[in-house]
Nanobody
């Protein structure tokens, strides 16, 4: 069973930075693409960023492009989301997810069978 545990969330001021981490345990991690999604109150879960199993390919939602960076350290079984220049509209619960089905990952939550419990990121204006 794959277990994903997010950490690093917390209150941040607009314009500030935060780094989220997602540690996994269980099955082989290096072969799974990893994604970050977020869900704001009253809204559907949305794609934020994805990284391929090798780390050689990344993609971002337009709303976070340039400001956020996804990376992974397979030796530490951890994926990161560096969030810079955060905005109040970035306020959400952030989830990491893993998929063995798509080497470069996917933009769609339904393509990820494994999810973390989420970490809250409130951004104050």
């Amino acid at each position: 069973q794959v277990q994903l545990i997010e950490s690093g969330g917390g209150l941040v001021q607009a314009g500030g930075s935060l780094r989220l981490s997602c540690a996994r345990s269980g099955r082989i991690f290096s072969s799974y693409a990893m994604g970050w999604f977020r869900q704001a109150p009253g809204k559907e879960r949305e794609f934020v960023a994805v990284i391929s199993w090798s780390g050689g390919s990344t993609n971002y939602a337009d709303s976070v492009k340039v400001r956020f960076t996804i990376s992974r350290d397979n030796a530490k079984n951890t994926v990161y989301l560096q969030m810079n220049s955060v905005k109040p509209e970035d306020t959400a619960v952030y989830y990491c997810a893993a998929t063995p089905y798509y080497g470069s990952g996917s933009y769609y939550p339904q393509d990820y069978p494994y999810w973390g419990q989420g970490t809250k990121v409130p951004v104050s204006s």
